[in-house]
């Protein structure tokens, strides 16, 4: 694995991921494995856990991260994507970008000499994808589940119709007529779970969704640069929240998580997210956990 620019670059390495994960969060991983080196962390757009999570990682890793904001630098100015990959690779051994076109990310990897790392794009949001399959791993000690995502088919959407593929679980997608994952994805991830056994599901019945469904997962209605679409977003999945309705529809142990952050009363009420039955915290610890497994995998060498 050269990059991590899609769920899918680490379809051969995920269990590696997922070990290595649970290797730090313990504290038995190497240590220190990444002394001496830099990690480039551009961000397009504003960021709690990805810019935390990655910074105190790369830290613990024994690395330097170096926060960049657009502004910090001369893209914000006219200079072209290549030539900043081209002299960033120069100067540091990784980069992580936040990017607002998922094109950004695929043209830093093209030019770079060095590992690039999507943390998050308006198409796709692998480094989530693979903290959700850790979180759910850990609590449940299986894959062997059903996953059933409610609201709108934004990135984390995309991203987790790979991951779910790639692990074999079953994943239903409960959204709005006009609100379903991309395409382009959602076909790939078909093909995946061919070969995986994972039931794929696209359905506006959430009734139907929701039965049964081992993990339910929500995120906001309303991703930034959707905020001019914010009422008609808001009236279209009303009928979505993740709320004790939704959750006495599920199986009795269900587990909720969202990627953060929250809107309460929107997609989720305050009683399910701080309630018996959410892993959102661990699922937001876990971020930084997997993430050092994917840069130590990426830039050990």
Known sequence: MKHLLSAQDARNHLDEILEKAEEFKKGQGPEKPLKGKSLAMVFEKSSTRTRISFEVGMYQLGGHPLYLSASDLQ?????????????????????????????????????????????????????????????????????????????????????????????GM????????????????????????????????????????VKDADVIYTDVWVSMGDEAEEAQRIKDMHDYQVNQDILAMAAEDAMVLHCLPAIRGQEITEEVLNGPQSAVWDQAENRLHVQKAIMYLLMKS
Do not use: W
Not at 106 to 119: H, M, W
Not at 170 to 176: I, S, W
Not at 178 to 206: C, F, M, N, R, W
């Open 170 to 209: 079953d994943f239903t997608v409960a959204c709005p007529p006009g609100y379903e994952p991309d395409q382009v994805i959602l076909e790939e991830a078909e093909k995946i779970a061919e070969k995986s056994g994972s039931v794929i599901k696209i359905t506006s019945d959430v009734a139907e969704a």
């Open 75 to 167: 893209l914000g100015r006219g200079e072209i994507i290549p030539d900043t990959a081209r002299a960033m690779s120069r100067y540091v051994d990784g980069i992580m970008i936040r990017a607002r076109e998922h094109d950004d990310v695929l043209q830093f990897a093209k030019y770079a000499d060095i590992p690039v790392i999507n943390g998050l794009t308006n198409l796709e949001h692998p480094c989530q994808a693979f903290t959700d399959i850790f979180t759910i791993l850990e609590r449940k000690n299986t894959l062997d589940l059903k996953m059933t995502f409610m609201g709108d088919g934004n990135n984390v959407c995309n991203s987790l119709l790979l991951a779910t593929a790639m692990v």
